[in-house]
C-alpha cells in the first residue's frame, strides 16, 4: 500500500537512497534537505508522487513549515524517517564546547524538531511511525567518536521512552543502528575533523584522521539495500522497535550486551544489596 514517507537529509547519502527506494516502490515521498533545489534534481527533477521541501532540522520553523507542506501536498504523512546528522570527530579534549553543543543540535535536537512538528499530524490520524537513524556508536562507545556517540547515546534514550508517549495513540518507533555503510557520513561536508591542538593526542589524531579517511568507500554496507530493508519495516504492521543494520553492528551490539550481563553480575556483590534494612543508620 502507498505511504506517504518523509525524509530528513535526502540531498545526500543514505536520504537519497531512502527517498529513490520509496519513489521506485510507489510511495508518495517528501524529501528535504538545506539546499532544495539540490534535492529536487538528484531525484531527478518534478514527480507527482514526489514533494522537495527546505528543511534544516535544527530550525524549528523549517519544521513547521514542512510538516505543513507535506499535510496541504498529500493530505498525510505515514512515515517520518529522522535520517539527517553529521559527525564531529575527534578526541574529547581537542572537541570544543561549541563543537559538542553543534552536535547534539544536529543529531538529537533536529530529530527531536522534525518529530515535534508532524507528531500532531500522526496523534490526528492515530496512526504513523517515526523510524530515527541512530548508530552502532548509539550502543557502543568507540575511539575518536566520544561527540558522536554522546549525541547518538541520547538519540537511543529518547526514542527508548518515546514509544511509551505514543503507543496508545497508534504510532509505532523504531530505532536503527547501521554499522558501516558506503554513506557519505565520512566526507567533508558531513564529518568535521579536528585540528590537533594537544601534543599528548597529535601523533594518534593524525594516524586515526587518516585511517578514517582511508575507509570512506570501502565500508562494507550497501546503502541501497539498507534503504531497502528500512522500507520493509515501514510496512510491517507491528515493526520492531530497534533495528541492528549490518553484520558488523549485530555482532558488536551482541557483544556489547553480553558485556553489560557480565558488569551487572560482576556489579552484585558490592551493588546488590544497597537497600535500606532500617534503623537510624
Not at 518534478?46 to 514542512?66: G, H, M, N, W
Request: net charge negative; with cysteine.
Amino acid at each position: 500500500m502507498s505511504k506517504v514517507i518523509f525524509v530528513t537529509g535526502a540531498g545526500r547519502g543514505l536520504g537519497i537512497d531512502i527517498a529513490r527506494q520509496a519513489l521506485k516502490a510507489g510511495h508518495r515521498v517528501v524529501a528535504t534537505g538545506r539546499r532544495p533545489e539540490e534535492v529536487e534534481q538528484t531525484l531527478g527533477g518534478p514527480q507527482e508522487s514526489l514533494l522537495v521541501t527546505k528543511l534544516d532540522i535544527t530550525s524549528p520553523d523549517d519544521a513547521r513549515a514542512a510538516a505543513q507542506a507535506a499535510v496541504s501536498r498529500f493530505g498525510r504523512i505515514d512515515v517520518l524517517v529522522n535520517n539527517a546528522g553529521n559527525f564531529f570527530a575527534g578526541y574529547f579534549e581537542e572537541i570544543t564546547p561549541a563543537q559538542m553543543r553543534q552536535q547534539f543540535e544536529t543529531n538529537l535536537f533536529g530529530p527531536m524538531n522534525v518529530t515535534r512538528a508532524i507528531l500532531p499530524i500522526l496523534r490526528e490520524q492515530r496512526a504513523g511511525h517515526i523510524i530515527t537513524l541512530s548508530s552502532s556508536a548509539g550502543l557502543i562507545g568507540q575511539e575518536f567518536c566520544v561527540a558522536y556517540a554522546a549525541s547518538k547515546f541520547a538519540v537511543e534514550g529518547w526514542m527508548e521512552s518515546l514509544r511509551y508517549d505514543l503507543e496508545p495513540y497508534g504510532i509505532h518507533t523504531t530505532v536503527v543502528e547501521p554499522g558501516f555503510f558506503r554513506t557519505e557520513l565520512l566526507v567533508d561536508a558531513s564529518t568535521t575533523w579536528p585540528e590537533p591542538t594537544i601534543e599528548d593526542y597529535a601523533e594518534r589524531t593524525t594516524a586515526t584522521i587518516a585511517a578514517w579517511k582511508s575507509m570512506n568507500g570501502q565500508q562494507p554496507g550497501d546503502p541501497v539495500k539498507l534503504a531497502q530493508a528500512l522500507l520493509t519495516i515501514a510496512d510491517q504492521a507491528i515493526p520492531p522497535l530497534r533495528f541492528v543494520a549490518g553484520a558488523d553492528a549485530i555482532e558488536g551490539v551482541k557483544a556489547k550486551a553480553q558485556e553489560l550481563l557480565a558488569q551487572a553480575e560482576a556489579s552484585r556483590e558490592l551493588g546488590g544489596d544497597l537497600a535500606h534494612h532500617g534503623g537510624n543508620g
